[in-house]
């Protein structure tokens, strides 16, 4: 059976940079695009960025565009470099793979796998 393993959250300070990671193992892993949500406390789970499976193309929420950077060195493997963090990033953010189109992400689709999920707090 197939696991996605997100690490790398913590604790940081407004302005600085994060960058998570999420490997998928254990059985047969398809030819899935890879991205990641964030859930804050009391809000509902939002998306954020989503990858191709081949990682030429990517797709991001507009509250991170310009911010945030997904990318996957091979097929299992996606990070998310986090830039410029703010107090309102922060969240539990979960990797997530699926078979949808990663454009269509942001509509909350249907994914067939998700990780445990990490923190990330940002504060002073």
């Known amino acids: 059976q197939v696991q996605l393993v997100e690490s790398g959250g913590g604790l940081v300070q407004p302005g600085v940079s994060l960058r998570l990671s999420c490997a998928a193992s254990g059985g047969t892993f398809g030819r899935y695009t890879m991205g990641w949500f964030r859930q804050a406390p009391g809000k509902e789970r939002e998306f954020v960025a989503a990858?191709?499976?081949?990682?030429?193309?990517t797709y991001y929420a507009d509250s991170v565009k310009g911010r945030y950077t997904i990318s996957r060195d091979n097929a299992k493997t996606v990070y998310l470099q986090m830039n410029s963090l703010k107090p309102e990033d922060t969240a539990v953010y979960y990797c997530a793979a699926g078979s949808k189109p990663h454009s269509t992400w942001y509509l909350n689709p249907y994914l067939e796998l998700w990780g445990q999920g990490t923190l990330v707090t940002v504060s002073s």
């Open positions: 990858i191709s499976y081949s990682g030429a193309s």
